[in-house]
């Protein structure tokens, strides 16, 4: 049965219509410790190779089902050299030609070695947005949770996206630094974007359905998680110092107790008025329940 996949599968929330096309499985940095999405042993890292996903790709077509977005699956595509993107692209151009947009994440070393006239390339065939999970601007915090990236390896990748004129999706974990490093997280997270001007930015909750053990290890003196009160504390620091022009903000996944969307700088004031009223007139707000929350 085609596409073929290695579970668990994870994809944007934005790619729900998408066709998951898993090139990869699995992450070949996979050492983050607040991430468990590959860490079953099915998944270790490994690249599908060429044929394979031609086959998916043929037989994808030959069903007839409409496809104008693909995803690129899992969490590291990107790693994919210039030449294997090219192929994958050419691929899926040659299969699915009412594909209109495909994208992937992409952490920020994986554009180390790709040129911007190589990623203007993959671009004009389609590779047009990156979901670019940067977690945080401060390098304490990137260090802790053994993302192996910091405030300048995501500045240069995230313009190397921009110079090629593909769009960029950010992710920023609320709470990833705990109580201990709140300030500094979101402080430094806002310099990242207002230096980068992604064209999307959104925020999820850090949680731990399998525990906290793995994570812990990165704080000496003890992880303390944000509640409630401090991820909306959080939340203002960061809104407060956005100076972004126009980025389309969501703080709507499951995870969050509250729900926040807009254009940043457009809405700016009165994104600020609902995190300050869920800090001071929680009464007032309409708050995800626990039970509500997809964790
Ligand atoms: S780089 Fe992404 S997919 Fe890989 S371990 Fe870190 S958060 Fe998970």
Redesign the pocket.
Known sequence: MYPSYIEPV?RPPSEWKSLILQVTN???????T?????TADQKAFRPKPQGDIEQELKAVSHSGMPVDRVFLA???AMTLSFRRLEAILAAINHYLPDVQRISS?C?PRNLKNKTVAELTQLREMGLSLMYV?C?SGDDEVLQRV???ETWDSSLVALEKIRQAGMKSSVMILNGLGGSQLSEQHALHSARLMNAAQPEYLSTLVVSFPLGMERFQQGFEEGFEPLDQQGLFNEMEILLEHLTLNKTIFRSDHASNYLILKGVLGRDKAALLDKVRMAIRQPERIALREEWQRGL
């Open positions: 994870f699995g992450c070949s940095w996979n050492r983050c607040f991430c468990e999405m590959y899992d969490g590291d994440y952490l999970g977690e053994q993302k192996g």
